[in-house]
């Protein structure tokens, strides 16, 4: 960067936002974060931190403002705010809705996955890898990758592949390569795992488009800093319609990258609540005979602990050993969180809420017949919440739809079909497959 | 080689010739036979033996030992088990703890290193090798090992350079676990021109360096040796040898003795390095 101003309006803005100097110096949330990998990934990392300083931080060579540009014109961005009428009405409140279900690819995913890709571009680097859990960081990884022309491979969990195979196919149809993960119980933590360890035998021509606000520094301030237009959108949006900012925000919480999104720009606005959603599954229980969490509660539940590069909360056993985790969305199934988020938690500035399957079942259907919204089983965890919750609220409330429920059909039509879902309509005709 | 770290034990093995310090996962296929296991390398020559505590997320390692991990903790292997194994293990080489920094900060109260590094200094171990633990991390891992009289030993990558190296060279004691390549752990047919360039590296640093990843025959070991190691760490040839016991369902003593075997083979190829070097050196 010269010494000159920065030539956009943005940078200086940016600047302010919370955890930025501490991003910059060392990647630590108070006792949060860190750099836990193998010596052979420190020399990637320390050049993926120069990097994100430079180009992120800086718009050096303007890479905010192509990321901006392309964000728009291939992203559609920006999404809308939109005017809940009938929730509104129901919870005797204003509700707004962030439609991150509108970006293309249906989620909130493409913002972090364009922005590292294109960020692997001014690297100089060749090749992309990424995890993926259910398979919507990996479709949107492809997408940007084909849309970015970078040879782009995914790895996925054995299992997972199994059970998202549309998800495998749009990756496909976007030229990346599946690569399954046997490991373990071949699922998200696993594909994670197993990305390090190929990144760590091609660091030198090979950026690692991590999916969410996890892994060492500089990957949670980076991802972070991505997904951060969904909030400063939001927040923009609010004064216009209402002329002033929400009095809540909330939203789903797996590993953090929507969450942080959607609060990063709100963080400073004291008056504004800030509510992370996460999957409570069947039971906050554990099973630790079996290693098995059968929920997603890190923020709620979780111990800190050193997994994937940082120290945060996480679900793990009286040894250390990682939980098994599990929620209904395949999405929020993550036995961490983002280190920042762990921190904010701490210090009582986001308020952490377990959701359970059951009532993120009828959220989703609340959502789809009462708003014409079908939302993903992730977001649905929000409106379990809204439901539960709305008293606690104050008067104008912003909830992320963090993306769209497509790809969540057939479970959906399963999980309904076992349970009494309020609202629901009868589903047995669909059960056994459609 | 003097003596820079804590443990006198560790000095000693790398005294007066190469050492052979091979690694197995414990409890890995289960608890018996892994006491079976591991005092075959005793009796095959090693100097120091490297075990490893298994962790659920082993992002370091290979396929071959992540095998080894899932077997391990499916038999119910657990950081109080390993301490019982240490103790109840009889070998004359002195033993180092392989593993990963969760389960070292969970031990005990939770909340950091020194209860797991003393439970370790109780048992009898002699140090530990951490992988997802950088020099940046490692300051209260570092000042308990010092406490209780262990050493804490640092891998150098062919990636690790100027500040970083010399991070770790300030905080490193023991020997330092030089990396023979970039990726994870697994046995190679070849082993990689960059040891040379990293030996030449650390020349100047007056620690033991034993060069570990991909090590898996005789040849290898006279190879590195040789080219200036002061021992070589094998890993992944010996939990080939564990899960092919597994998979051919073959008795436990049978295993061992592949084990011994090997390790003959590997610390003959050491010695055989090391004396080819000694006479390069006399003759020069």
Known sequence: MSETEPTTNDAPELSRRPGRRRGRDDGKFGRYGGQYVPEALMPAIEELTDAYERYVLDNEDGFM?????????????????????????????EVYLKREDLLHGGAHKLNNALGQVLLAKYMGKERIVAETGA??????????????????????????????RPNVFRMKLNGAEVNPVTAGRGTLKEAISETMRDWATTVENTHYVIGSVVGPHPFPVMVRDFQAVISEEARAQSIEKTGDLPTDVVACAGGGSNTMGSFAAFV????????????????????????????????????????????????????GQIMESHS??????????????????????????????????EGFHR??????????????????????????????????????????????????????????PDMSMFSGGI | MPATGNSEALAAAFEGGPAYVPYLAVGDPDYDASLEYVEALDRGGADVIEL????????????????????????????????????????DAPLVCMTYYNLIYQYGDGDGPRDFVEKAAEVGLEGFVVPDLPAEEADPLREACDEF??????????????DRLERIMSRVSGYVYVQARLGTTGAKSDVADSTTESLDRLREYDVPKAVGFGISSGEHAERIVAGGADGIIVGSALVDIVAEGVEADLSTEAVADRLESLSRELKAGAERGYAARTEAAESR
């Open chain 1, 135 to 164: 398979g919507q960081h990996g479709t949107a990884t492809a997408m940007a990758a084909a849309h970015l022309d970078m040879p782009c491979e995914i790895y996925m969990g054995e299992r997972d592949i199994n059970r998202q």
């Open chain 1, 268 to 319: 400073d606005d004291e008056s504004v609540a800030l509510h992370a959603i996460e999957a409570g599954g069947s039971t906050l229980e554990v099973d630790e005979e079996a290693g098995v969490a059968p929920n997603s509660a890190s923020l709620f539940a979780g111990e800190e602990g050193v997994l994937h590069g940082a120290r945060t909360k996480l679900l793990q056993d009286s040894d």
């Open chain 1, 367 to 424: 959502l789809s017949n009462t708003e014409g919204i079908i939302p993903a089983l992730e977001t649905a965890h929000a409106f379990g919440y809204l439901e539960e919750h709305a008293e606690d609220l104050g008067e104008r409330v912003v909830v992320t739809v963090s993306g769209r429920g497509d790809k969540d059909l057939e479970s959906v039509i399963e999980e309904t079909d076992k349970r009494d879902v309020a609202g629901a």
């Open chain 2, 149 to 162: 009289g262990l050493d804490l030993v640092f891998i150098v990558a062919p990636t690790t350079t100027g």
């Open chain 1, 328 to 361: 209904v969305s395949s999405g929020l199934d993550y036995a961490g969180v983002g280190p920042e988020l762990a921190y904010l938690v701490d210090e009582g500035r986001v308020t952490p809420v377990a959701v359970d399957d059951d009532a993120a079942l």
């Open chain 1, 65 to 93: 403002d192509e990321f901006r540009e392309r964000l728009a014109d291939f992203g559609g961005r920006p999404t809308p705010l939109q005017r809940a009428e009938r929730l509104s009405e129901r919870y005797d409140r």
């Open chain 2, 52 to 91: 490893g505590l298994p962790f659920s997320e082993p992002i370091a390692e290979g396929p071959t030992i992540q095998g080894a991990v899932v077997r391990s903790l499916e038999g119910g292997m657990t950081p109080d088990r390993f301490f019982a194994f240490v103790e109840k293990l009889d070998v």
